[in-house]
């Protein structure tokens, strides 16, 4: 079945500092991915999303590419700002009925 | 007002109990999911609807129903609660087609004594 891998966090970084958040994927087909945040207390908001191969997916300073070569769409932002802290889900859609498949989350904390 | 509403925001119940966790939405979309997030695990399917008639199971339906009253509600129900669906869960919803977005309500904490 379908799967993502993201890296586990947390990850704490220096304001300003580039941010790196690697996700891969497992599934059938052409998937469209996503990169979903939660805020504390929060609900899931969309960040980004690609969904075809080489598409690039950015919002807020935040970019991902859709690397099907490597089945991978890593999240980067060239500097965190500490309002960046929150944590972060890569996800997948794909199959006949589309269902969304998550990641673990990876939890990002930035000081200032 | 809210896209997505869940009832109640937080819950506690014993063991043994029928419980439901209800959603309703503004979007017009016709596809209504709930997910439950556990610490370490990510967000996981329970169930899934796509119009009133069609309901899925998702990957860990095992202890919950749920019933689509209307095209803007999607109710779950744990028929007897047990302490290990203490979670966190969200329902969201989206429109059809491959790269929507899903749109998310802000949580139902539940805890189950």
């Known amino acids: 079945g379908d799967s993502v891998t993201q890296m586990e966090g947390p990850v704490t970084l220096s304001e300003e500092a580039f941010l790196t958040i690697n996700c891969t994927y ?5 998937p469209s ?3 979903y945040v939660q805020y504390p207390g929060e609900g899931l908001q969309l960040l980004l999303k690609a969904t075809k191969a080489d598409d690039k997916g950015s919002n807020k300073g935040f970019e991902a590419t859709y690397r099907k070569e490597t089945t991978s769409f890593h999240l980067e932002k060239g500097s965190v700002q500490v309002s960046d802290s929150a944590v972060y889900f890569c996800a997948l859609s ?11 989350g ?3 904390q930035v000081i200032p | ?6 009832t109640p925001r937080n819950r506690i119940t014993k063991t043994g109990k029928r419980i439901m966790l209800e959603c309703s939405q503004t979007k017009g979309h016709d596809r209504m999911y709930w997910y439950r997030q556990d610490p370490g695990l990510g967000l996981r399917l329970i169930y899934y609807s796509f119009d009133v008639k069609d309901i899925n199971k998702g990957e860990i339906s095992d ?5 689509r009253q209307a095209q803007a509600k999607f109710s779950l129900s744990l ?8 979670a966190l ?6 429109e059809t087609g491959s790269g929507t977005e899903a749109f998310f309500g802000q949580g139902t904490r539940l805890t189950v004594v």
């Open chain 1, 94 to 104: 794909s199959g006949g009925y589309q269902k969304v498949t998550f990641g673990t």
């Open chain 1, 26 to 30: 497992t599934a059938t087909g052409y």
């Open chain 2, 63 to 67: 202890g919950y129903s749920v019933s």
């Open chain 1, 33 to 35: 991915l996503f990169w």
């Open chain 2, 79 to 86: 028929e007897s609660a047990i302490p290990n669906q203490t």
């Open chain 2, 89 to 94: 869960y969200f329902c969201a919803t989206r």
């Open chain 2, 1 to 6: 007002d809210a896209d997505v509403t869940q």
């Open chain 1, 106 to 108: 990876t939890k990002l």
